[in-house]
């Protein structure tokens, strides 16, 4: 409990935690099952606000379903969870206009760099097309 007293965790990073400080498997299991039900321990909320708060971060569906896949969160938990999240779309102009300002981009190689600044930000293709306009392709 006092872990959970100080941060949210998900299941999986809290059983490793416990495990890893050499607590009894079974024991763990058994605590954690017991803060499940007690509704002290719960993924979805976990994945909800781990979505709200890299988004507002400015980061991208792509790089938050890594990190949450890496958590050990399931696939259906954490594509709920990015569905509740920000307008992808919108989310990506906003974070083009904040690094590169309001002007759009003059020449192919300086939009080819906004676009690489936001696909690392972990935003798909079409997040990055609508934040650079419909004509935006990307170079092969």
């Given at each position: 409990m006092t872990l959970l007293a100080r941060?949210?965790?998900?299941?999986?990073?809290?059983?490793?935690?416990?495990?890893?400080?050499?607590?009894?498997?079974?024991?763990v299991a058994a605590a954690l099952a017991e803060l499940t039900a007690e509704r002290a321990l719960d993924d979805a909320r976990y994945a909800r606000n781990f979505v709200l708060y890299h988004a507002n971060r400015g980061q991208g569906p792509v790089r938050i379903a890594a990190d949450l896949a890496a958590q050990g969160l399931s696939g259906g938990l954490i594509d709920a969870a990015l569905e509740s999240g920000a307008d992808w779309?919108?989310?990506?102009?906003?974070?083009?206009?904040?690094?590169?300002?309001?002007?759009?981009?003059?020449?192919?190689?300086?939009?080819?760099?906004?676009?690489?600044?936001?696909?690392?930000?972990?935003?798909?293709?079409?997040?990055?097309?609508?934040?650079?306009?419909?004509?935006?392709?990307?170079?092969?």
């Open positions: 941060r949210d965790f998900s299941s999986a990073a809290l059983r490793e935690r416990l495990e890893r400080q050499g607590f009894d498997p079974a024991l779309g919108a989310l990506a102009q906003q974070v083009r206009v904040r690094k590169f300002g309001a002007d759009e981009p003059e020449s192919r190689a300086e939009m080819d760099r906004q676009a690489r600044f936001l696909q690392y930000r972990g935003f798909s293709a079409d997040h990055i097309r609508s934040a650079l306009g419909p004509d935006y392709t990307p170079e092969q």
